[in-house]
């Protein structure tokens, strides 16, 4: 069993920044991605930054240039730095780690509430 904690969401201002963290633990094993994913009302999930454990990194268009994810190793967590946020980036944050502990493994976070506004 792998527990998945976000943290980090809050309330900003438009142009504001945040930090997301994503603190796994238990029976990690062999991570083989970790991936922050966002879900606004009335929309679906979707991805917003994936890391591999090799270290290949992908960001949705829509968040390119201003967020980057970036992971601690020893601490078993990755982060979201978030910069010039809109409000349109405000969602509910996930974060999905994909490895394997003996079998493949999938897991999610409870998710942190992201709110940009004036």
């Known amino acids: 069993q792998v527990q998945v904690v976000e943290s980090g969401g809050g309330l900003v201002q438009p142009g504001g920044s945040l930090r997301l963290s994503c603190a796994a633990s238990?029976?990690?094993?062999?991570?083989?991605?970790t991936g922050w994913y966002r879900q606004a009302p009335g929309k679906q999930r979707g991805l917003v930054a994936v890391?591999?454990?090799?270290?290949?990194?992908n960001y949705a268009d829509s968040v390119k240039g201003r967020f980057t994810i970036s992971r601690d190793n020893a601490k078993n967590t990755v982060y979201l730095q978030m910069n010039t946020l809109k409000p349109e980036d405000t969602a509910v944050y996930y974060c999905?780690?994909?490895?394997?502990?003996?079998?493949?493994?999938?897991?999610w976070g409870q998710g942190t509430q992201v709110t940009v506004s004036s």
């Open positions: 999905n780690i994909n490895g394997r502990y003996g079998r493949v493994y999938d897991y």
């Open positions: 238990g029976n990690i094993g062999n991570v083989y991605y």
């Open positions: 890391i591999t454990n090799d270290g290949n990194i």
